[in-house]
C-alpha cells in the first residue's frame, strides 16, 4: 500500500523550533519529488517546499513565507522527508502535510503545529 | 507569483445535476514547449487530506469516477461534475505547477442542494 506518515508536530511557543517528520512506504522513494503543504485551521492550502529527486538534480525550493527559516532534506536510504523549522511564528499554525510528486498525487493523514505562548 | 481565482466561493446542486467550477490563473500556465497546461485539481472532504483529481487540466487519475471531467486552456479552467453524487461534497482546489510558488486557488465548497 502506497502510505505516507507525518510525525513531530506539537505545541511550540512563538520563535521555537520544531522538526516534523514523513515515512514513505509503498512506492521508490529515491525517485519521488517530496513536498510539504500546509493548511491553517479553516484555511486553503499553501505548498511550502520541495525536495526533488536526487536524479533530477536533488533540486530544493522554498515559498517566499518560510524562506530561511524552514529547512526540507531526505533521507533515501530509510525513506524519510524531514522540514526543519525554527523561528516559528503564530502565522505557521497549520496542519503540515507531506506530498509526493510535481502535483501531489500522494497525502499524509498530517500532522498539527500549534504556534502560541 | 501566479495567483489562483476560483468561482464560485461556494454551490449547492441536486442529486444528479451538473456542477461547474470555475478556476482562473492570473498567467498562463501553458507551457509553449509541450503544449501542457501545468493545472490541477484536487478534492478534499471534512478531516480527510486533498486527493488529485485531474492533472495536465484535463487527465484525469486512475479510480476516478468519469463524472469529473476538466477542462480549459491558458488562464481559465473548468472542473464539471457531470452527476453531482452524496460523495462528492467537498471542497475543491485548483492548482498550478507552472512555477514557484504552486499555488493553490481558495476552493470552491460544493453542496447537495
Known amino acids: 500500500e502506497v502510505q505516507l506518515v507525518e510525525s513531530g508536530g506539537g505545541l511550540v511557543k512563538p520563535g521555537g523550533s520544531l522538526r516534523l517528520s514523513c515515512v514513505g512506504s509503498g512506492f521508490t522513494f529515491s525517485n519521488a519529488w517530496m513536498n510539504w503543504v500546509r493548511q491553517a485551521p479553516g484555511k486553503g492550502l499553501e505548498w511550502i517546499g520541495r525536495f526533488k529527486s536526487k536524479a533530477n538534480g536533488g533540486t530544493i525550493e522554498y515559498a517566499a513565507p518560510v524562506k530561511g527559516r524552514f529547512t526540507v532534506s531526505r533521507d533515501d536510504s530509510i525513506n524519510m522527508f524531514y522540514l526543519h523549522m525554527n523561528s516559528l511564528k503564530i502565522e505557521d499554525t497549520a496542519l503540515y502535510y507531506c506530498?509526493?510528486?510535481?502535483?501531489?498525487?500522494?497525502w499524509g493523514q498530517g500532522t498539527m503545529v500549534t504556534v502560541s505562548s | 507569483d501566479i495567483v489562483m481565482t476560483q468561482s464560485p466561493d461556494s454551490l449547492a446542486v441536486s442529486l444528479g445535476e451538473r456542477a461547474t467550477l470555475n478556476c482562473k490563473s492570473s498567467?498562463?500556465?501553458?507551457?509553449?514547449?509541450?503544449?501542457?497546461?501545468?493545472l490541477a485539481w484536487y478534492q478534499q472532504k471534512p478531516g480527510q487530506p486533498p486527493k488529485l483529481l485531474i492533472q495536465?487540466?484535463?487527465a484525469r487519475e486512475s479510480g476516478v469516477p468519469d463524472r469529473f471531467s476538466g477542462s480549459g486552456s491558458g488562464t481559465d479552467f473548468t472542473l464539471t461534475i457531470s452527476s453531482l453524487q452524496a460523495e462528492d461534497v467537498a471542497v475543491y482546489y485548483c492548482q498550478q505547477y507552472y512555477s514557484n510558488p504552486f499555488t493553490f486557488g481558495p476552493g470552491t465548497k460544493v453542496d447537495i442542494k
Open positions: 506530498t509526493t510528486g510535481r502535483v501531489f498525487d500522494i
Open positions: 498567467q498562463s500556465v501553458l507551457y509553449n514547449s509541450d503544449n501542457n497546461n501545468y
Open positions: 495536465w487540466a484535463s
